[in-house]
């Protein structure tokens, strides 16, 4: 166990330098010239020259990228273009709702989901098991920010229970806080929640229909413990599996769901780097995003073998 520990975190080196090596390459994939999308249209030439020379744009692109390699090994994410601001710093600034923002989905979903897709496949084939997919495959086919706009007109605009936009620091009040999140958490969580009750679904149904269930069911096991114990647990890896997937679109979905009701989290730094074509924080951000998943999908891993002491590495 512990040298597959040992080796899975070896393989994730390569990994991310093929995701550094991507994001690097973000500045020059992007259609047009860096240097005189960033100069402007009134730039003149010796300003677009400029401008290439203090992004390096003129070294060739291996000495570039292993200078900025080197660079983020000791944490320097570069400098910002227009606010002369170092990345890690505005970073640091708006991490704080995003990681809240993603933690609070995450236990809605898996709160809210992991029951619904053991409840239909318990009811399967009754209105009950109906009705769950059926909201199951609205909130999966219904894009974030639509859910969004619903939300924040009936429980922000209409019945003023929850503020429409902003973001409290938890140091600020937990109440306040919570206040703050319930409606892009619940916004974000839908996709992430449908998906999860689809998949438990499907898999609590395989394994409902397995010998040793039925057993247990004959020896007098109770329905609640056959669900959650005997059933669920077995199932549980394919369920982690698409929790583990599903934290990709997780933080996609935190991009829209934060421009949407305002969060000044890592999604509108992304945003607003994007439309200013502010490259080094397009770049800082989207490493830090991948890097994350990256690590998600190592805990998925390690996580198979807790759940399925069959599964031996």
Do not use: C
């Amino acid at each position: 166990m512990l040298s597959y520990i040992v080796r899975r975190i070896l393989s994730t080196i390569p990994v991310m330098l093929i995701v550094a090596l991507f994001v690097f390459s973000l500045l020059y994939i992007a259609p047009g010239d860096p240097a005189a999308i960033i100069a402007g249209d009134q730039a003149t030439p010796a300003d677009v020259e400029r401008i290439r020379i203090s992004l390096g744009l003129d070294r060739p692109f291996l000495v570039r990228f292993g200078d900025w390699f080197w660079h983020v090994l000791h944490g320097d994410l570069g400098t910002s273009i227009f606010t002369n601001l170092p990345v890690t710093h505005m970073i640091a600034q708006r991490i704080e709702p995003t990681v809240s923002l993603l933690i609070l989905t995450l236990l809605i979903s898996l709160v809210f989901a992991i029951p619904m897709g053991v409840l239909a496949a318990w009811k399967h084939g009754t209105w009950i098991d109906r009705t769950v997919m059926m909201t199951a495959v609205m909130g999966f086919s219904t894009p974030v920010f639509v859910i969004g706009y619903v939300l924040a007109y009936v429980f922000a605009l209409r019945l003023d229970w929850l503020p429409v936009q902003g973001f409290t620091p938890i140091e600020d009040g937990f109440w306040p806080f919570l206040r703050t999140l319930i409606l892009p958490s619940v916004a974000l969580g839908l996709i992430y929640m449908a998906l999860i009750a689809r998949i438990t679904r499907a898999t609590m149904l395989d394994v409902l229909s397995q010998d040793y269930v039925r057993t247990a069911k004959a020896k007098g096991v109770g329905q609640r413990g056959l669900l959650f114990v005997h059933a669920l647990k077995n199932a549980a890896v394919p369920i982690v599996t698409i929790v583990g997937i599903g934290f990709a679109a997780l933080i996609g979905g935190a991009v829209v769901t934060e421009s949407v009701f305002a969060i000044p989290g890592l999604g509108r730094l992304t945003v607003d780097a994007i439309l200013r074509r502010d490259y080094p924080v397009i770049q800082g951000v989207v490493l830090l995003f991948s890097f994350a998943y990256v690590l998600i999908n190592l805990g998925v891993d390690l996580l198979y073998t807790l759940f399925d002491p069959r599964i031996r590495y």
